[in-house]
């Protein structure tokens, strides 16, 4: 398994601004990605970012809105700019750590809440 | 695109009875994994069962899932619910070669005394 680790569990920033939110991983991993979760909803996907190169977004989620970085094979931050209320989610950071088909897992996630 | 559908929001179940929580897909994927996920409150989702093998039963603590292509299936089963079943579950289709994971929307599964 891989262990994953957020920081901060949670925040509260004003509408406008930009928070940055830190994944690491106890262990290299090659792909790491981002979900948002709302309130009593699903988990979106984001993105998917690996190593060394661009984030691949899903559709709705830009990087001008939502740049990632990815500077080694432990390491990741999701920054969300210019927040706004919409934005107020709950955000996770995932990995997997071997073939294609082996489980994602999960850190435990940075409650965002933009006022 | 793939979807996953979980057709009850809130299931309540009283303790000792049995859970069925349902799960179909749509995908035009031959290859396919598929997921359960436990989410307990305020807590990061974590495996519950997956599989990737058709009709072949899956089982982990208590819980149990059979894939089933034929009917684009994946339910979750318990025989017995306790009360620290309570949470959110989700199941989630990998399908092809991609890395993401499509999310049904979630059930909410409560046990009472």
């Known amino acids: 398994s891989v262990l994953l680790y957020q920081k901060p569990n949670r925040d509260i920033c004003q509408s406008g601004t930009s928070l940055k939110i830190q994944c690491v991983a106890d262990?290299?991993?090659?792909?790491m990605f981002w979900y948002q979760q709302f309130q009593e909803q699903s988990l979106m996907l984001m993105a998917t970012?690996?190593?060394?190169?661009?984030?691949?977004?899903e559709s709705g989620f830009t990087k001008d809105k939502f740049p990632i970085s990815r500077p080694n094979l432990t390491f990741s931050t999701l920054t969300v700019n210019n927040a706004r209320p919409g934005d107020s989610s709950i955000y996770f950071c995932?990995?997997?750590?071997?073939?294609?088909?082996?489980?994602?897992?999960f850190g435990k996630g940075t409650r965002l809440t933009v006022v | 695109g793939d979807s996953v559908t979980q057709t009850e929001g809130l299931v309540t179940v009283t303790e000792g009875l049995p859970v069925k929580l349902n799960c179909t897909y749509q995908?035009?994927?031959?290859?396919?994994?598929f997921f359960w996920y436990v989410q307990y409150l305020n807590e990061a989702p974590q495996v519950l069962l997956r599989s990737s093998t058709d009709n072949k039963r899956t089982e982990h603590q208590g819980f149990h899932a059979t894939l089933h292509k034929s009917s684009s299936s994946f339910h979750l089963q318990k025989s017995s619910a306790q009360l620290s079943d309570s949470a959110l579950y989700y199941c989630a289709l990998k399908a092809g070669g991609a890395d993401r994971l499509t999310f049904g929307k979630g059930t909410q599964l409560i046990i009472q005394p």
């Open positions: 970012a690996n190593e060394g190169s661009e984030a691949t977004y």
């Open positions: 262990s290299q991993v090659v792909s």
């Open positions: 995932s990995s997997r750590q071997g073939g294609a088909n082996t489980e994602v897992f």
């Open positions: 995908t035009t994927y031959l290859t396919i994994a």
